[in-house]
């Protein structure tokens, strides 16, 4: 007997549509390995409707108030809290996350986000009206930039997601979203939600594998392409792009430094820096896998954060006692494992180091110590349950360590020394820099890095303000 796989659409124009080609991607849950879905594998004809009809939405969203689109993201957000249940089975099928994690930590910011947003869209700011030349009167209007294209990893489908529609949508703009190949459920089930709120035409969704993504960034409607992904994806869209100066919007993931200096509680900064490393599998741009720790101390820590680590549970998405589930399909595995294999001979495997099971693409908590900044595993981002951990002499080589790789995302300081941590702020060249903790991220706040982690801002007033374009208008009063 055989069970027949759940089929995915498109949703264009208000409508579901199968690739107009027929074309399909087998969708796999990664907590099996097995194939529970298809996705439709879109080419150039399905991209184009899609623009088309984002493109004919767009003047009627546009010209909305924001009371209205306010009104019109808060019944999303009220949607998405009574749809929960599916949400969470959907993103749960995508990623094989667990299904209580999913719950207590990705809807509820999920739906305060996109509340948030609803009250940004009446919040725009800009400079005073006045009279700048002797006579004339100026104005700024702050405007929507139009069509968006917009693509989402496959590690949080539903929040990255709802970071890319929620301010896109809120300033004014259609949206065109593509979820990763791997991820497409959650997505697809958004778009079903969504389409029973906004007209048709102003959120679509087409799925597809990497030229489905750009052929959506080359196409001549969108005027903003936004990605979050690889360096190598947004290299690729941002010289895309750059042919026919599109915005770009670029979230491009971290290796983010943990430094822990000698005054630090040991105990709760194990605790705390394992939880930010593992959740999610390490498949998190934030995630805290790069610690640094004074070498009074590091012998100690490392001990500690090992035990952390072979105290730390990956399983099956039911087990309410994982922290984390698989990584995302058999590639990421594959990479992980690469990483590992690949060690130089001074590197040490504390804990952790292979696969978990035969099912799936589970990967076990690791530690790795006795590393060099030069070293492969520094200054490359894993993706993965991997924590390395290196030693430092003093502040200067903490910050020589830390700011010595190509991303520039995220960053922690774990000290009892004011002084110290608002030094360290100062001179760590990442576009967040936590205090004793490590991960929290809050609607009201910006995220988003510099360097090869890419430039825009996603959350708060600032990404808001990233869908918008600003105009001058000035007028005589004579």
Not at 74 to 88: S, T, V
Not at 138 to 167: D, H, L, T
Not at 324 to 335: C, D, E, I, M, S
Request: aromatic share 8%; glycine share 8%.
């Amino acid at each position: 007997m055989t069970t027949e796989l759940r089929r995915l659409r498109n949703y264009i124009n208000g409508e579901f549509r199968d690739a107009a080609d027929g074309r399909t991607i087998d969708v796999i849950n990664p907590a099996t390995g097995e194939v529970y879905a298809t996705s439709p594998l879109s080419g150039q004809a399905d991209v184009d409707a899609a623009m088309e009809a984002a493109a004919a939405a767009f003047p009627a969203w546009r010209d909305t108030t924001p009371a209205e689109r306010q009104k019109v993201l808060l019944k999303i957000a009220d949607a998405f809290e009574e749809r929960a249940a599916d949400l969470i089975a959907a993103e749960v099928e995508n990623t094989g996350k667990p299904i209580a994690l999913t719950a207590s930590e990705e809807i509820p910011p999920m739906v305060d986000q996109i509340r948030f947003f609803a009250g940004a869209a009446r919040m725009l700011e800009g400079k005073s009206a006045g009279e700048y030349m002797e006579g004339m009167t100026s104005i700024i209007r702050r405007e929507p930039v139009g069509v968006c294209a917009q693509v989402a990893p496959w590690n949080y489908p539903m929040m990255m997601a709802v970071w890319k529609f929620a301010p896109a949508l809120a300033a004014g703009n259609t949206v065109v979203l593509k979820p990763s190949d791997t991820t497409p459920a959650s997505t697809v089930l958004m778009a079903e939600i969504i389409g029973s709120i906004v007209p048709k035409g102003v959120f679509n969704v087409i799925c597809g594998d990497r030229e489905t993504g750009r052929a959506m960034v080359e196409h001549p409607t969108p005027a903003m392409a936004s990605i979050t992904g690889s360096v190598r994806a947004g290299m690729q869209v941002a010289e895309s792009a750059s042919k026919d100066v599109k915005r770009v919007h670029l979230e491009l993931g971290g290796k983010a430094p943990v430094v822990v200096f000698e005054d630090t509680d040991i105990a709760k900064a194990v605790e705390d820096i394992s939880v930010a490393g593992f959740f999610n599998a390490g498949q998190d741009c934030t995630a805290a896998t790069r610690v640094l720790v004074h070498e009074s101390i590091h012998d100690e820590f490392v001990s500690a954060l090992a035990k952390a680590a072979a105290d730390t549970k990956t399983g099956q998405p039911d087990d309410e006692d994982v922290l984390y589930g698989p990584l995302n399909n058999a590639n990421q595995l594959k990479q992980v494992a690469g990483f590992i294999d690949r060690l130089p001979a001074h590197a040490k495997v504390e804990a952790g180091g292979h696969r978990v099971g035969d099912k799936g693409y589970f990967y076990a908590p690791t530690v790795v110590s006795g590393l060099k900044q030069d070293d492969e595993i520094i200054q490359n981002e894993v993706f993965g349950p991997v924590i390395t951990v290196q030693s430092f002499t003093d502040e200067a080589q903490a910050l020589e360590f830390a700011n010595g790789v190509e991303y520039a995302l995220a960053s922690s300081v774990w000290t009892k020394d004011h002084a110290r941590a608002m030094r360290m702020s100062k001179s760590l060249d990442f576009g967040c820099v936590w205090i004793n903790t490590h991960i929290p991220l809050v609607a009201e706040m910006p995220h988003g890095g510099y360097k090869k982690s890419g430039y825009g801002k996603d959350l708060s007033a600032y990404g808001f303000e990233d869908y918008t374009r600003i105009k001058h208008v000035m007028t005589s009063l004579g």
